[in-house]
């Protein structure tokens, strides 16, 4: 009975240890080592289900932070919460399942080097299914776990982070089995160990250093020639009962703070929902106290609905002194914020949507010109998809913007993990990007992905800084698909030849 329970307990053990690779502290190369019982349990006669069990662990450790926002916003009960976020849980961890359950046999049957590469284009092809399946949740990449090893981000440029993921696996393959081939006493125990470690590091070294000459010229760049800009993070929470005293006192407090920071040339960018629930072109207060900016000499970009129909886009109005309005919709919803996805299943969570009926999701690409400038909008949930961003660029983006509510989370992990995978554009995409979160994380992000200035959560301030735009594409930029498409290719032809081989 305690050997039947022994390996589940290990695959659940591992997984916690994964999870909290996504904490709000990043753990930088030890990333890789918290991944290595994943590639351990396939050597067990049913490694799917221990991969299924691995998973789960993850991800209830990884999105605990969905229960009290279910609890607090949903009012749910707190066992339905927990339930609902094991349901999310349970199948996000069937992606952990089918790599169990394909890769057990690779994983038997390869040598040291297909394992290598097999494994990590395997993973790799799953998580580009899991960016799209059923509207998508490419929530968590692997590659965010090295969003602190020095490299990655810049690398991120040329392979994406699909590609640093593989190299992720990459590393915990080969220390996976290095301690498989140390068990049974086989010969060149660490060669894989020093290949998986290698690899990167060779990769990862000269990426690093040519970020660092990068980032001193775009530095130099926007000293000289960089345009101001002031991210404003008023720090107002979410209200979970209408109180139009509260809601006032809120709107008042940004409109404010924009006024302060409002100075002839500068770009104010408010965090999305800052203006809820005014509608621009609609409500008189919100078009005056927009107007008085603009007269300051001031642009002003912030989120507000717009009417379509019987629904709503979720929109990016940019506004500029002299300069008709423009606008970005949303393209990519938020399932159960903005819209719930099989109502017949799920109709009791449509009190999680914010407004009287649902969003609509936009069905174009729109770019906001500011002082010679087009401005790439990404709206909360949009800057975890990356091919969207890169979209962006190819379309002419120079600067990337996204705007955030993350009030719905507090102060937990998920703003933290946000704020990884908007790291990852900027540095995918060597673009600068402006990040406004209403409670945090707000940041201004640096084209390789570091973070210039930033303001954690529950912090009440702005980021004033000046941005230069660029217009050349990076490699990945130019083909963000190209990574993911050969893993995904490769790994059928690995599966053919390890059975062949068998």
Not at 194 to 205: E, F, I, K, N, S
Not at 224 to 245: H, K, S, T, Y
Not at 329 to 343: A, M, T
Not at 466 to 482: D, F, M, Q
Request: hydrophobic share 50%; charged share 15%; net charge positive.
């Amino acid at each position: 009975m305690r050997s039947r329970l022994l390996w589940p307990l290990l695959a659940a053990a591992g997984g916690v240890l994964w999870g909290a690779s996504f904490g709000r502290v990043p753990l930088g190369v030890a990333a890789a080592f918290t991944l290595v019982p994943l590639p351990l349990l396939l050597a067990h006669p049913r490694p799917g289900a221990l991969a299924f069990v691995h998973g789960l662990a993850s991800w209830l450790t990884a999105l605990y932070w969905i229960v009290p926002t279910l609890v607090t916003y949903g009012g749910l009960s707190a066992p339905l919460a927990v339930a609902l976020t094991t349901l999310l849980a349970s199948f996000l961890a069937l992606f952990h399942a089918v790599f169990g359950w394909l890769g057990g046999p690779l994983w038997r049957r390869c040598e040291a080097l297909p394992r290598l590469l097999a494994l990590p284009a395997l993973w790799v092809a799953l998580e580009w299914l899991r960016t799209y399946f059923l509207g998508g949740f490419p929530w968590n990449l692997a590659a965010y776990a090295w969003i602190a090893v020095p490299g990655a981000l810049p690398l991120a440029s040329f392979i994406g982070a699909y590609g640093i993921s593989f190299l992720l696996l990459f590393s915990a393959v080969g220390v996976a089995t290095t301690i498989e081939r140390a068990a049974r006493g086989g010969r060149r125990r660490w060669a894989p160990l020093g290949v998986g470690l290698a690899v990167p590091l060779l990769l990862l070294a000269p990426a690093g250093r040519w970020s660092l000459r990068r980032a001193e010229q775009e530095s130099g760049l926007a000293a000289r020639a960089g345009l101001p800009v002031r991210l404003l993070q008023p720090d107002i929470p979410n209200l979970v009962r209408w109180d139009e005293g509260a809601v006032l006192r809120n709107y008042r407090k940004v409109v404010a703070m924009s006024s302060a920071e409002c100075e002839p040339g500068a770009l104010v960018v408010w965090p999305e929902s800052a203006a809820w629930p005014f509608l621009y072109g609609r409500d008189a207060l919100l078009d005056r106290d927009l107007a008085a900016q603009l007269r300051r000499g001031c642009a002003v970009l912030f989120n507000s609905s717009f009417p379509v129909g019987d629904s709503f886009y979720n929109s990016a109005f940019l506004l500029v002194p002299g300069e008709p309005a423009v606008r970005y919709d949303k393209r990519h919803l938020v399932p159960f914020g903005e819209y719930v996805p099989f109502k017949a299943v799920f109709s009791f969570l449509h009190k999680l949507a914010r407004t009287i009926g649902e969003y609509r999701p936009a069905d174009r690409l729109a770019l906001l010109p500011w002082r010679g400038q087009l401005l790439g909008p990404a709206i909360c949930y949009e800057v975890v998809f990356p091919e969207e961003t890169a979209a962006l660029t190819r379309a002419g983006a120079t600067i990337l913007v996204t705007v955030t509510n993350d009030a719905w989370y507090g102060d937990t992990w998920a703003p933290w993990q946000h704020l990884r995978a908007a790291r990852f554009r900027a540095a995918e995409n060597r673009r600068p990007m402006l990040r406004a979160a209403i409670t945090g994380v707000s940041a201004l992000i640096n084209p390789d992905g570091s973070v210039a200035a930033e303001l954690g959560v529950f912090e009440e301030g702005v980021i004033r800084g000046r941005v230069a735009g660029s217009s050349g594409l990076t490699p990945y930029a130019r083909r963000p698909w190209l990574p993911p498409l050969l893993c995904s290719a490769a790994t059928p032809f690995a599966i053919y030849f390890s059975r062949r081989r068998s």
